[in-house]
């Protein structure tokens, strides 16, 4: 999420663009990147694969 908002604020008119307008595409990238995690974490799909093993000893809750 932080690239993308690093990418909206690094806009050349950035503080030209009223504040509320601003705030909305903020709150547009933070919704996206929310929905994009969510979809993610309930599928299972965390990414390449490379997720180390858990420590010893670990036990999973359901």
């Known amino acids: 999420m932080k690239p993308q908002l690093d990418a909206l604020v690094s806009v050349r008119d950035w503080k030209n663009i009223p504040a509320d307008e601003r705030k909305d ?11 994009t ?22 036990t999973a809750v359901k």
């Open 25 to 35: 595409m903020i709150d547009d990238t933070v919704r996206a990147a929310r929905k």
């Open 37 to 58: 995690a969510r979809k993610a974490f309930l599928s299972g799909n965390f990414g390449d694969g490379n997720i180390p093993p858990p420590p010893p000893g670990f």
